[in-house]
Nanobody, 119 residues
Framework: QVQLVESGGGLVQPGGSLRLSCAAS????????MGWYCQAPGKQREMAAF???????NYAESVKGRFTISRDNAKNVVYLQMNSLGPEDTAIYYC?????????????WGQGTQVTVSS
C-alpha cells in the first residue's frame, strides 16, 4: 500500500520560510518522479515544483528562485524549501509520485498540507 504523507505546513508571516516534507512508503521511491502541487482556494491544482528520478528539477514561474525541491532516496523523502513566502503562496500543498513505463503510468497523491501566509 503506497502512502505519501506531507508535513511541515502551517502559518507563516510574509517573507518567511517553510520546509515541507513528504515521506513515501510502499513504493520503490528512487524510481519515481516526485512533485509538489498547490491548490489555492477557488483555483485549480497546479504544479509548483517537480523532480525526476534522476534529480532534474522544474519549477513553476511563480516560485522560481524562491522554492527548492530536493529528494533523499535513502530516506524516501522529498522536500520543498519555500522562501520569501507571500500571501499568494497560501494553498494546500500536495505531494505526488509518478512512474511511467512505456505506455503505462502510475501516480499517487498525498492528502495535502495547508500553508497559510498571513500577518
Amino acid at each position: 500500500q503506497v502512502q505519501l504523507v506531507e508535513s511541515g505546513g502551517g502559518l507563516v508571516q510574509p517573507g518567511g520560510s517553510l520546509r515541507l516534507s513528504c515521506a513515501a512508503s510502499g513504493l520503490i521511491f528512487s524510481e519515481y518522479a516526485m512533485g509538489w502541487y498547490c491548490q489555492a482556494p477557488g483555483k485549480q491544482r497546479e504544479m509548483a515544483a517537480f523532480i525526476t528520478s534522476g534529480g532534474t528539477t522544474n519549477y513553476a514561474e511563480s516560485v522560481k528562485g524562491r522554492f527548492t525541491i530536493s529528494r533523499d532516496n535513502a530516506k524516501n523523502v522529498v522536500y520543498l524549501q519555500m522562501n520569501s513566502l507571500g500571501p499568494e503562496d497560501t494553498a494546500i500543498y500536495y505531494c505526488a509520485a509518478f512512474l511511467t513505463r512505456g505506455p503505462a503510468s502510475t501516480s499517487y497523491w498525498g492528502q495535502g498540507t495547508q500553508v497559510t501566509v498571513s500577518s
